[in-house]
């Protein structure tokens, strides 16, 4: 009954099987592992996040570059004040305003971007207050540059002059005369009458859309593996069905009918004219 599983249309649709239900598994425990993977991440980044508030700051440059075990270390540097820019359409605590954004030249020329607080309201250069004049030593939390279009970063342009919508080098490369270092900090403590603006955690360090998109994929592909199987399933219950009718007789769409009288007798009443 099952010889037709030695054909060649059922040799394709074996191995097709053989090798789809592996590769589905693969792929789901693949993207399984790749939600734990942020799990952990963002466990990690957590914990980094809790112990970088009570870690001693260390240099900027013992901390660069940037990554996901620097990133929101407390560093320090010296230097002097330079430009100022802001930085719009910023939330904190669920309210709008902008980020105060100052350049501070560190020795060599190069110049750091240091938020120095959160002003609530429409990006405004007079409501923010000039930065301390003289060298100065911060401290605060290292980030990442930041790149358009990333959660809370706004990716349109035409800003007016003395604005950027990202904080990252290649943002404000244009817009201010000296080297940048590939990196910012933000003050643990803001300026007069401006907010601290807290640390951001790494990128893909959260449980973001992201995340569980990789634990929809892992569902998903566990059904496609599920779904091949049925279907296997399905084809070959057909096929049985099919050489059982042919076993008796019956065709695929030829109407069976149940008390047909003898071909004979239909001859021999029919009447002769």
Known sequence: ??????????????????????????????????????????????????????????????????DKATSGKQATATGRYGEQLLVPDRELDGKSGFYVLTLLRVDGGRALPVVRGWLPGEAD????????????????????????????????????????????????????????????????????????????????????????????????WFVFAGFVVFMWFRLLRREVEFARDARLGILPGEPVVIGSPDPAQDDASTPVR
């Open 1 to 66: 009954m099952y010889r037709f599983l030695l054909t060649p249309r059922w040799w394709g649709i074996n191995v097709f099987v053989l090798l789809a239900i592996p590769f589905c598994v693969f792929m789901g425990s693949w993207q399984l592992s790749r939600f734990e993977a942020r799990v952990d991440d963002h466990r990690d980044a957590k914990a980094q996040a809790a112990s970088a508030r009570t870690d001693p700051a260390r240099p900027l440059a013992e901390l660069l570059p940037v």
């Open 125 to 220: 250069a007079a409501k923010a207050p000039a930065a301390p004049a003289g060298e100065v030593t911060v401290i605060g939390a290292l980030q990442a540059s930041e790149q358009p279009g990333d959660d809370g970063v706004s990716a349109r342009g035409g800003l007016p002059a003395g604005q950027t919508a990202a904080i990252s080098a290649a943002s404000l490369v244009n817009l201010v005369p000296y080297d940048l270092y590939d990196a910012w900090i933000t003050l643990d403590t803001a300026g007069a009458g401006m907010t601290a603006v807290p640390a951001k955690a790494a990128s893909d360090t959260g449980l973001d859309l992201k995340a569980f998109q990789n634990l929809g994929y892992t569902g998903e």
